[in-house]
């Protein structure tokens, strides 16, 4: 349940983090178009106000999230542990991999491996 809840919290945090950048944008942009306005002819407020939006639109896609990247990850990794299986001739059986739930992968995915290393003991060299 924690692990649902810290998942959560950090998208919580991601959308109200492009709530508050929409905001700013919007007021900001506004206010260059009002000085705009009052001050020139020409219309210079419109390329801070697109500048600015292709980053709050890249923030909204981060925290919206329509590239679900986790979801491709595991799908690209249940294919590639079905192809591994599928090829591995010196498996005894023969049956279908079941790929309902993968390991943690955040326990393969460190570069340290200190916390699996064994405390060797000087009875275990021969």
Known sequence: MEKYYKAAKKRVKKKKA???HFTTWGIVCTFLFIINM???????WIFPTLGWGVAVAINFVSAFG????TDWEEKQIKDEMRKMYKNDTDREDYGELDLDEIPNSKEYASDSFDDLRKEWDERDFV
Request: aromatic fraction near 36%.
């Open 66 to 69: 329509f590239f679900k990247q």
């Open 38 to 44: 009052m001050t020139s002819s020409t219309h210079w």
């Open 18 to 20: 492009f709530w508050n």
